[in-house]
């Protein structure tokens, strides 16, 4: 875990403030743009465990031991907060650039993944954060079975839970 004097140090004018958002709860921290998110996360469960929450907001979800068991969600479209997160870990995947050349992009050590910094966070930004979620292995039987799609069982994501307050009148 983070140590306590970790939270208590106040920011200086090179660090930025990510809201961690998770239901109607919102957790501020301020960390350089360079700080990795593998030191992010135990930041974050340290500062949750300094108010004594157990859990994770309107969930019996208990916040994990590890902090690698967190994720973290960004919003699909920054100017638009109802069209929900996305995953923000990039996953690995071969492009095609304009001249024919493929290359691999994204990936647990991609830059993308590193820190803020790399993925385009600024001062303010809001991140989702969850528990990841459990993932069901494909089951294959035999591989004379594997030609066209396969019959996989793939669970739905449950998304991020976080609320965005509205400043709509609600109906009484």
């Given at each position: 875990?983070?140590?306590?004097?970790?939270?208590?140090?106040l920011p200086t004018p090179d660090m930025i403030t990510l809201l961690f958002k998770c239901h109607k709860s919102t957790v501020a921290l301020s960390v350089l743009p360079t700080t990795p998110f593998t030191e992010i996360k135990p930041l974050l469960l340290s500062a949750l465990h300094s108010r004594n929450v157990t859990s994770l907001p309107n969930s019996d979800a208990q916040l994990p031991e590890d902090p690698e068991e967190l994720e973290f969600g960004v919003l699909a479209d920054k100017k638009?907060?109802?069209?929900?997160?996305v995953p923000m870990e990039i996953k690995e995947q071969e492009?095609?650039?304009?001249k024919g050349t493929k290359k691999k992009v994204g990936g647990k050590d991609s830059v993308l993944n590193e820190s803020p910094l790399g993925a385009g966070l600024s001062d303010g930004a809001w991140v989702a954060y969850r528990v990841k979620p459990e993932r069901k292995e494909p089951q294959v039987e035999d591989d004379a079975k594997m030609e066209g799609t396969p019959d996989i069982d793939i669970e739905e994501d449950p998304g991020f839970?976080?609320?965005i307050p509205s400043f709509e009148d609600e109906a009484e």
């Open positions: 875990m983070a140590a306590q004097d970790d939270l208590a140090a638009d907060a109802s069209k929900g997160w492009i095609t650039g304009p839970d976080v609320v």
